[in-house]
């Protein structure tokens, strides 16, 4: 960079007296000049000029300004003063550049001469005289002790200064266009054409205007290398000869005097004007540049390096590299982030470049083997790691670290590694972990080299992922480790490398792939016994051989081992059941299996268990030597299952329970040697134990019964000692044929539960209340009852759960043996059942799957049968048998039964019989005194309560009210007496109360007698009737409940919809309802009543109904329902509701909004009827549903919110010990369900308001549109407006709602049994 002077001439010592001021009001700042070849003007902030003193300028600098000091006075002669104005005016003549006389004294110019013409000169002008009249302006005067005087001085160095550039860079440009013009002459010289231009380059930079000069170095390198034909004639020739260079050292080397005498060689030529550009792009802090630039001059110079050694071009350019890093290094710290890492990345590859140069200076000194760079395979590698590195090709090395590095092998690695370690971290800094992971695995290639196998594995176990595919770049490092963990004998992390190589074999070769797959045998054998889960082996098709003598699963292999594998065993589990606790695992296998690559089907058997159902193949287990490779099949979100019949040979189990004892069917296909039988009933607990009564020839040992040989059909009967717990059993056997241990295990449902309850009550001393009640689910028909050997009023038809056969007959004493023959539906149609599916297998010839089939049927007709309807029309009356989702064989077996029902004889079950001796119990009586002038009544200890009520045509009406369901209707029995209550006199009345379970809630039964207390008197039955489900009153009523909660939180939901729709500021609570107070006072808040009715009696009542309905529809076989599936119907059931409610909802909106409008624009609706109507006339039809859009967005998020938050807050919190079933229950979990139903739906409430209130001429176009409109112009916050009223609003509806659910909930479901509202009449 040129340097620029101000020389000043100090003859007279005046130098001293003004250098502190002088030097204080440097560096001129703030020049505007027309420099340069275009003559633009041109701004520099400041200008850095050094100050030298009576002495000459340096050849390498630029002098701006020759200044000459002089002093003068009036007491000098005339002599002095001429001679000092002739030495100042010779001293002007000499200079060729600008110069400036300044004439320093202590006040005003002193003054010379007499006076003349009335005027006097002074020495100034004089001074200017002699200068002459056109250089007049470079003599100026300086009071060194006045500002203003400084502050001229100056400006006349400014101007000079100034005009001095734009001379020399106008003399610069005149020349450089000349020499441009004459390029295509003969003759002409680039390395002068490249000196002038350099020193208006140097110029530029030294007024600090870097992109000028850059630009002239630019155009340099350009004019160069479009004349490479005469390159050769301009420099001596290519000359490589220091291979350690210094891009910012442009002094190295006299280059510029080299180029001036056509001296430099192309090399230095090269580097010295690379130099120069990245000089000026580090003042100009353009990093990223300096970069490309140094990688464009390696790569170029490399290219151009043909005649020059391998060993010195490597050297050079790890040097140049090495020297880049250094020059990034210094600038790092002070830059942003983008810029760190834009440098980052270039230091990474500048070092990985660098580290490539190693290998290459390794190799040629004998650091490194002599194939090192050929190595593309770490096998290939260490298979000649015994080989001797070539012999040095050494040259002289002027880099001192490198050659040092050179000269050794620890050296050596200590660099290798510190260079690779160092771009690591670069490239981490910069988010590259990929190329981080290569400079690792070089240093891990390095150590493989060395044969330091234990630090190779400590660098490469970070790099490769422990779990997921390989990459190129990772199986590379896998190969690596591979080799490294079987030569220190850890066969077992060997193993499983080798394992995720071969699942990446699409980036092996194929010899690679042959050896991994037999060092995959090899290693097998040598691990110690152990599991691995793999993925080298896949399972494909899973089916089931029906046909064979055995449980026989066909499974198709799938193995990515590039050879054959021969293997020990592959085995599978099967698992039955969902639950953990009570999982049956089944394993089938087969042996000495030989996989081939590709698909292998394997037949897996197994004679030693049986058991019928479906299973889940959980995983296959394949043994190849020590290892036992894991191949999962199903897991949480995909599950595979397969369907067992029971084996071909195991026996015949039935069960079959009857009055407190089990028959056990035994039928045996092959003779069984002996057997041992567990049975368990529904809560896991063993049916038999030591109390059982069997019969002679069996025994119960530890809960189970055993059976010794058994050669054709057995049947045993069991006493059993307690009544096991009705439901699914589960039987399982073990028993041995021929020796062979083999196992069985099935299920069944089974009612060990009494179905016939037999009572007995005490009307009298000698009469007695006899009942045989249906306990079980399934009907029963009582064909006979009979007490004390007389049988009593047999009954033909079945009874459903709860109903009885009552009668009163006369007997003595204390105890009552009573007994009961009966036949129970699911009996006859198990056998029939059976019967049919049995003769439809043997005619497809599908025997095999009977008895799969007589289960799925059976099960079916459990699940689907309609009892009543059963019982009425004589007949099964059950869903047809589907067929979907079953094997084709399956299919056609079901298919030839789905009118099941046409074929059942329901009079064909077995008659049992059941004989108890009963306690005879007191009934308890109500007796009610009835005269004509009061009305008293008299009960013992009854939950009930007595009404008495006087009737027109002069009849009393008696009722007697459940206390436990003191609802209207529900439960009441009612007897009316026929007689004149003012001339019956005094009359009592006697009403007996039998217990009677109808459902799940007690209702009793009134038997009644009219007269005194004579025991001889007539007992009259009051009659029953079942009437219809209660589910259309439990909606109608939670439509009541929310129309009575919406009366009280009305006025808040208006406050919301004038919040919404109000814009910007002053839309607070309290002005809100200032306004609609003075609108229309305290009804003003009631502004849309009828159409909130309305809303409620379509939204709510939709939603609600939808709800429980698919609560119902989509709870699991035990009656549970999971949260999202909870979620999922309320979110459908808003949906619902949303639709069904939009065109109330559109009218709610406008008529509470309607008060806040000017009078011009109100719509005046008269009531709700009336806005539909005008809304249809005006909008069209299609304006019924303006913002269905939102609405029913709003209304599935409220829906889904509150309803399902409410169910699970109620049973959060009744899992705490603080709350119970009851009102404070209710109230908390609906008060939390307010909470989140508010937060969720205030944005689309918000959207929804402003939809349907803006009219026809609406800006939102959609839910999405309106939400992005909202927010940009009010911000985030506008989306929740209106939130404080809507809690407010919500929170109390959301719990009186609630609350009158449970009441009317409970009332109802504890007065009606299974959908059915018994009414007593």
Known sequence: MERLWFSITDEFGLWSQISFEFEARLPLRNLIWKGGITQTAQF????????????????????????????????????RKAEVRARAKAWSIRQKSPWLIVLVTNSE??????????????????????????????????????????????????????????????????????????????????????????????????????????????????????????????????????????LLNVHKKPYRQQLARNTITQFDFCVYLCGQQLRLLVEMKRYAEV????????????????????????????????????????????????????????????????????????????RLPAGYLKRSNTRELTQDSESKASEPNLEPISNPVLAEALASDARFDQVYVRTCEQATQYYLDSGRKRFAQVMQGDIAQLHICRERWANAIRVLRPLIPETGDLNVMDVHLAEQQAVCERRLGHTTTCLLLVQRLISSARFLDSSAQSSYANMLEELAHEVPVSQYSTVLFRVGDIAVDYDSTSIAVNIHVQSDVPAALDVQRVE?????????????????????????????????????????????????????????????????????????????????????????????????????????????????????????????????????????????????????????????ITVYAEYTVDGDLRMLLDTDDIE???????????????????RAQCSALAPVRVLELCMCDVSIEPVARFL??????????????????????????????????????????????????????????????????????????????????????????????????LVVGAHINLDSGPVHTHHSTLSVQSLPIVRVTVSASQLCTVYEETPFVVRVQALCGKR????????????????????????????????????????????????????????????????????TQVTSSPSLCVVQNKRFAACAANFFTHPLDLLKVRQQTMKGTGNGLVHVVRGVFAEGGMLGFYNGMSAAVLRQMTYSMARFATYEELKKRMSREDGSLPFYRMAVAGIVAGAVGGICGTPADIVLVRLQNDGSLPLAQRRNYKHAIDGLVQITRSEGPRGLFKGAVPNVSRAMLMTGAQLCSYDAFKDLLLSTPYFTNGLALHFSASLLSGFVATTITSPFDVVKTRVMNAGPTSPYRSLLQAMVLIVREEGVRALYKGWTPSFVRMAPQTVLTFIFLEQFRGLYWNSYARHNCVKFE
């Open 109 to 246: 110019p002193p003054t010379q001469g007499p006076k003349f013409l009335n005027m006097r000169t002074t020495l100034l002008d004089r001074l200017r005289s002699d200068i002459g009249r056109k250089d007049s302006d470079h003599v100026v005067h300086l009071q060194h002790k006045q500002v203003e005087s400084w502050n001229a001085l100056f400006l006349a160095i400014r101007d000079q200064t100034v005009q001095g550039l734009e001379a020399r860079t106008s003399v610069l440009g005149d020349e450089i266009r000349r020499m441009d013009a004459n390029r295509m002459l003969p003759g002409w010289n680039y390395c002068k054409f490249f000196v002038t231009k350099e020193r208006l380059a140097d110029l530029y930079a030294a007024l600090e205007l870097w992109d000028a000069a850059l630009a002239q170095y630019d155009e340099l390198e350009a004019v160069y290398e479009q004349l490479p034909q005469v390159q050769s004639a301009w420099f001596t020739e290519f000359g490589a000869s220091d291979d350690f260079t210094d």
């Open 572 to 728: 599978a589990v099967l698992v039955a059941g969902d639950n953990d606790a009570q999982q049956l695992e089944i394993v089938i296998d087969a042996h000495n299996v030989t996989l081939e690559p590709g698909s292998t089907r394997v037949a897996l058997t197994t004679d030693s268990v049986s058991c019928a159902g479906r299973f889940e193949v959980q995983s296959v287990h394949i043994f190849v030597g020590n290892v036992e490779f894991r191949i999962p099949v199903s897991n949480a979100n995909y599950r595979r299952f397969v369907r067992l019949n029971a084996h071909p040979a195991a026996p015949i189990i039935e069960l079959r329970a009857c009055a407190n004892s089990l028959v056990v069917n035994i039928q045996p296909l092959v003779p069984i040697d002996s057997m041992r039988l567990w049975v368990h009933d529904a809560q896991s607990q063993s049916v038999f134990d030591d109390q059982c009564m069997v019969p002679e020839g069996y025994r119960v040992e530890d809960g189970a019964l055993v059976v010794e040989a058994v050669e054709s059909s057995a049947s045993v009967e069991i006493g059993l000692a307690r009544n096991p717990a009705s439901g699914s």
């Open 752 to 770: 060990f539960a009494m179905p016939v309850v037999l009572t007995a009550r005490k009307l009298s001393t000698h009469t007695l209340l006899v």
């Open 800 to 897: 459903q759960y709860g109903e009885s056969v009552t009668t009163v007959c006369e007997a003595e004493g204390d105890k009552a043996a009573i007994s009961v023959r009966f036949t129970m539906l699911m009996d006859a149609v198990r056998m029939c059942v059976y019967e049919l599916v049995a003769k439809a297998a043997s005619a497809l010839k599908l025997d095999a799957h009977t008895r799969y089939v007589q289960r799925v049927v059976l099960a079916h007709v459990r699940r689907t049968i309609d009892a009543q309807a059963t019982v009425c029309e004589s007949r099964l009356v059950c869903e047809p048998v589907p067929t979907l989702m079953c094997g084709r064989d399956v299919s056609r077996l079901l298919s030839a039964l």
């Open 291 to 366: 970069v490309q630039r140094a990688q464009r001059l390696i790569d170029g110079l490399g290219a151009k390096m043909h005649n020059v050694s391998p060993m010195f071009r490597a050297a050079w350019t790890y040097s140049t590299c090495m020297n880049v890093v250094e020059i990034c290094e210094g600038v790092q710290l002070a830059q942003d982030d983008a810029t760190v890492r834009v440098l980052a990345v270039a230091k990474a590859e500048f070092l990985a470049s660098a580290r490539r140069q190693l290998d290459v200076l390794g190799t040629m000194c004998g």
């Open 956 to 1023: 009393l009406r008696v009722s007697l009210v459940s206390s436990q369901c003191m609802v209207a209707g529900a439960a009441t029995q009612q007897v009316t007496i026929a007689q004149d209550a003012e001339s019956m006199g005094s009359c009592e009345l006697r009403f007996g109360l039998v217990p009677l379970v109808v459902g799940f809630v007690p209702v009793p039964e009134i038997i009644c007698h009219e007269g005194g207390l004579d025991d001889q008197c007539e007992w009259t039955r009051v009659p």
């Open 44 to 79: 520099v902030s400041q200008l850095n000029a050094r100050v030298v003193v009576n002495e000459s300028v340096p050849e390498d600098a630029t002098a701006l300004l020759h200044i000459y000091l002089v002093a003068l006075n009036d007491t000098e002669s005339d002599t």
